[in-house]
C-alpha cells in the first residue's frame, strides 16, 4: 500500500509496444491507475508475457518478462511478484496468450503466488473444449476475483464453470474519454472530406465478416457513390504467420470485382490511441461484420461506443448488450442485404444517426477510463479484503513435478543431428559417423521437437521436425510393408525391415506428430505415411510393438477420432497386449513374458491408454498393477530408482542385473506414471514421475549426474562405476538387448 493508502498493484499479461488488444488494455488500464502512485518506486510493475525470442523495448514499467512458452519463467515471475511491493496482481487472461496446453502455464504461476490475485477474463466460451474448461476453472479457482465485461460472460461463469457468483465482478472495457463532435474536421485530416464514412478497425483476420460488409456496400453505393469505407489495422500476427496477407489481399480482390474499389480505403497500419480517436470521429457509421456469436467483449466496439459513433453490427453477445435500447442496430450474420439496409436508412437521415450517436455516447460515459479505474480500484481494495480473512491455501500436489526442473534444451540433439537425421551414437558428446543412423531414433526425436513445438511455439524446432519426418519417410518400404531401421553413414539401408519395436515406435512418432503438428502440410504428410503403414500394424508379433502401436494411435485418435480402421486396430492390440499379461502374470510376477528389458513404461502406458479407449476397467487396472510391479522392482533400499541392467536384464526366476542401466528406461516410466495420474488421479504418480525423473539428476545408484549440463546431452546410462561417457542418440547397451 502506498503512503496515501493506496492499493498498489502489479500487472501481468502482454503490453505494449507488443501489437495485440491485451497489451492495448494492460497499458490503458495501468495508464489510469498509475497516478495514484506518488512516486515511481511505487507506480505499478508490469511482468510482460512475450512471444517472440527477440523480444519486445519495454518501457521502463515493465520489470519482468515472461518468455511465453518458457515454463519456468512462470515461476521465476511468481517468485518476484511475491517479493514486490505490490498488494495486488492483476493478470489479463486470454486464449492464446500464455504457455502450455490451453495456456495452463499460468495455472504454474498462480500456484506460487502469496498475494492475491483479481483476474480479468477477455474471453469466456460457451462451449469449451475440456482442456479449455479445466485449465480455466483451475485460474478462476486459484483468482481471489475476477472480471468481466459482460453481463453474458458473467452467467456463462456461473452456467457453465460452475463459479459462485459472488467471486465475480463487471466492469466495462475501458474506453478513451472525447468530446461528442462532428465529423468534418476529422474528415479532412483523413482524405475523406465531404464523404460519407464507415470506418471498421481491429487487427483483420478471417471471422472479421468483412467480406459481408463489401458486398453491402456494393449494394448502396450507387445512391452514395461518394461513400468511404475505411478498413484499419494490421493482420493479426497469428494470423500472419500461418497465412500471411492472404485475407487481405482476398478483400482487395473482391472489391475489385464488385466494382467498389474506389469506395474502400485499407490503412494497413496499427495506430496510436490519438489517432485512433480521430479516425472513430471521423466515421458517420461503425460497423462490426463478426461472423461468430460467441463474443463476450470487444474493444473496437467499446470504443465505437464512447466515441458516440452509430453503430451497426451482427449480434455477438457483447454487441447485444452494449446497442441495446436504441444505442445501435444489428443485423444477422453474414446477411449483406440486411447490413445494407440499415446503412442506406442512417446515412439518410442525419437526424436518426445523430439521436444513436447521442444514446451510445451517454452510454459510454460509464465505460471512459477514469470511470473504469475506479471500479478495478473497488476491486483491489476488496480482493484485499478477502484474502486477508482467508486461510492459507493448500499446496497443490501438482507442484511435487514443478519444482527446479531443468528446462529443456535441445543443444545436443542439433550436435547429433546432419542433413540426413539423428546420429545413432556418439563418442563423449562428438557424433560417431561409423555407425550411422536408426529410424529408432529418428522417431524419437521426431516425438521430442514435437513435444517442444507443443510446449514452446519455438519456430526454430520446425525444421528439425519435417528433417526427423522426412527420415521415416525414406524409411518406409511400401513392398515390406515395414520401416527399415539401419542405414549406414553412406546412406545405405543394413536391412529389409526393422524389428516390432521398431514399426510401433515409427507410428507412435506420427501419430504424436499428427495431434500436435504446426501446420496442415505437416500433418497432411504424417498423416499420409500413417494410413499406409497403419494396415501392417496388426501383423506386428511383439507386445513391446503393440504397446507403442496403441500409443500412436491414441495420439492419432486426438484429432481423427472418426477414424473407425485406426480405432478398431487400437482395440485389437490393447486386447491382444492385455492377454499376454494376463497369460504371465502371477503373484509375483506381472510381465507379458518371462524377462523384462528395456523401454518397459510403455507397456502399462498402452494398457492404461487401451483401458480409456475401450472403456475396460480391468485392463486399465491391470496397466496399474503392472507399472506399480515395474516401478517396485526397480526401487532401491534407498529409495531412489534402480534400473533394470542390460547386462543380464530381469529374469522370472533371477536375480536382476544392477548394471548397466539405460538413460531411456526412467524416461518410459515417466511416460507411463503420467498416463497413470490421468487415469486415476492419485497423486502417487507424480510422486513417482519425479522419482525416476530425479535418476537423471544423480539420485540413482553410481550418485552421478546422468544429465550433463555443459553439453545439454545424456549420458548413455550406469556402468557399475560413474556414468558412461558417450552421450548418444540410442540408449547404450552390450548388444544383449534386441534394439
Not at 498488494?87 to 506460487?112: A, M, P
Request: net charge neutral; with cysteine; proline share 5%.
Amino acid at each position: 500500500m502506498t503512503k496515501d493508502g493506496t492499493t498498489r498493484f502489479a500487472l501481468v499479461g502482454s503490453y505494449v509496444p507488443r501489437r495485440c488488444g491485451i497489451a492495448t488494455f494492460g497499458h490503458d488500464l495501468v495508464s489510469a491507475l498509475a497516478g495514484d502512485a506518488p512516486s515511481a518506486d511505487e507506480r505499478p510493475r508490469i511482468v510482460a508475457v512475450t512471444d517472440r525470442e527477440e523480444g519486445y523495448e519495454y518501457g521502463p514499467e515493465v520489470t519482468f518478462e515472461i518468455g511465453q512458452h518458457r515454463q519456468e519463467d512462470y515461476r521465476g515471475a511468481a517468485e518476484y511478484l511475491n517479493t514486490s511491493k505490490a498488494d495486488v496482481v492483476c493478470v489479463q487472461h486470454e486464449y492464446g496468450l500464455y504457455g502450455g496446453e490451453y495456456g495452463r502455464y499460468l495455472v504454474e504461476l498462480l500456484d506460487h503466488l502469496t498475494k492475491p490475485v483479481v483476474t480479468t477474463l477477455h474471453t469466456v466460451l460457451k462451449d469449451p473444449l475440456p482442456g479449455q474448461r479445466e485449465v480455466l476453472r483451475r485460474i478462476c479457482g486459484r483468482s481471489t476475483l475476477l472480471v468481466v465485461m459482460s453481463q453474458r460472460a458473467e452467467a456463462l461463469l456461473h452456467e457453465v464453470y460452475d463459479l459462485p457468483p459472488d467471486r465475480v465482478r463487471l466492469v466495462h472495457h475501458g474506453a478513451p474519454d472525447v468530446p461528442f463532435s462532428d465529423t468534418g474536421p476529422f474528415k479532412e485530416r483523413f482524405g475523406v472530406a465531404g464523404r460519407p464514412t464507415i470506418l471498421t478497425f481491429g487487427l483483420l483476420g478471417p471471422g472479421k465478416g468483412i467480406e459481408t460488409m463489401l458486398t453491402a456496400l456494393s449494394q448502396i453505393v450507387p445512391r452514395f457513390p461518394n461513400l468511404a469505407y475505411v478498413v484499419l489495422g494490421v493482420t493479426h500476427p497469428v494470423v500472419r504467420r500461418q497465412s500471411g496477407e492472404s485475407y487481405r489481399l482476398f478483400l482487395e480482390s473482391q472489391a475489385v470485382s464488385l466494382g467498389i474499389q474506389n469506395n474502400v480505403i485499407f490503412h494497413k497500419r496499427y495506430v496510436s490511441l490519438e489517432d485512433l480517436c480521430e479516425y472513430l470521429q471521423a466515421a458517420d457509421l461503425y460497423v462490426t461484420p463478426y461472423t461468430g456469436k460467441e463474443q463476450v467483449v470487444s474493444g473496437t466496439l467499446a470504443y465505437a461506443m464512447a466515441t458516440g459513433r452509430a453503430v451497426v453490427s451482427t449480434p455477438y453477445w457483447y454487441a447485444q448488450e452494449l446497442l441495446a435500447g436504441g444505442r445501435g442496430r444489428l443485423f444477422d450474420f453474414n446477411d449483406s442485404g440486411a447490413l445494407a439496409r440499415h446503412l442506406e436508412e442512417l446515412l439518410a437521415d442525419p437526424e436518426l444517426r445523430t439521436s444513436i450517436r447521442m444514446r451510445a455516447y451517454e452510454y459510454g460515459r460509464a465505460m471512459v477510463w477514469p470511470h473504469v479505474g475506479e471500479r478495478y480500484r473497488e476491486v483491489f481494495e476488496e480482493a484485499k479484503r478477502i484474502h486477508a480473512q482467508r486461510a492459507v491455501p493448500v499446496t497443490d500436489h501438482k507442484l511435487i513435478m514443478r519444482k527446479s526442473l531443468p528446462e529443456p534444451r535441445l543443444d545436443h540433439l542439433l550436435v547429433l543431428t546432419d542433413d540426413t537425421g539423428l546420429l545413432q551414437h556418439a563418442k563423449y558428446a562428438v557424433p560417431d559417423r561409423d555407425h550411422g543412423y536408426t529410424t529408432d531414433d529418428n522417431a524419437r526425436a521426431l516425438i521430442v521437437v514435437t513435444m517442444m513445438w507443443s510446449l514452446f511455439r519455438d519456430e526454430k524446432v520446425l525444421p528439425l521436425q519435417q528433417l526427423y519426418l522426412s527420415f521415416l519417410r525414406h524409411a518406409w518400404s511400401p513392398g515390406a510393408g515395414r520401416f527399415r531401421n539401419h542405414m549406414s553413414y553412406e546412406r545405405r539401408w543394413l536391412d529389409k525391415g526393422g524389428g516390432d519395436d521398431c514399426q510401433g515406435r515409427a507410428l507412435w512418432a506420427l501419430g504424436h506428430l499428427i495431434a500436435h503438428a504446426p501446420n496442415k502440410s505437416v500433418r497432411g504428410f504424417a498423416e499420409e505415411l500413417f494410413r499406409e503403414a497403419l494396415p501392417h500394424l496388426e501383423r506386428l508379433s511383439h507386445p513391446r510393438g503393440w504397446a507403442l502401436g496403441i500409443l500412436g494411435l491414441h495420439y492419432h485418435g486426438r484429432k481423427h477420432a472418426e477414424d473407425e480402421r485406426a480405432r478398431e486396430t487400437l482395440v485389437l492390440l490393447a486386447r491382444r497386449l492385455d492377454r499376454a499379461v494376463r497369460e504371465h502374470e502371477a503373484a509375483d510376477w506381472a510381465w507379458f513374458e518371462d524377462i523384462v528389458t528395456y523401454d518397459n513404461g510403455c507397456v502399462p502406458q498402452a494398457l492404461l491408454v487401451g483401458g480409456h479407449e475401450t472403456g475396460d476397467e480391468e485392463m486399465t487396472a491391470r496397466g496399474l498393477r503392472v507399472l506399480r510391479w515395474l516401478l517396485d522392482a526397480q526401487r532401491a533400499p534407498a529409495g531412489h530408482l534402480s534400473v533394470i541392467g542390460c547386462d543380464g536384464w530381469l529374469r522370472r526366476e533371477g536375480a536382476r542385473a544392477r548394471f548397466d542401466q539405460q538413460s531411456l528406461e526412467p524416461a518410459a516410466l515417466i511416460g507411463a506414471c503420467k498416463a497413470a495420474y490421468r487415469s486415476s488421479g492419485d497423486a502417487e504418480w507424480l510422486v513417482e514421475m519425479r522419482r525416476c525423473f530425479e535418476w537423471y539428476l544423480g539420485r540413482n545408484d553410481n550418485g552421478r549426474e546422468v544429465l550433463d549440463v555443459q553439453t545439454r546431452g545424456c549420458h548413455d546410462g550406469l556402468p557399475s562405476v560413474g556414468v558412461n561417457a558417450n552421450q548418444g542418440g540410442s540408449p547404450w547397451c552390450r548388444g544383449s538387448c534386441r534394439c
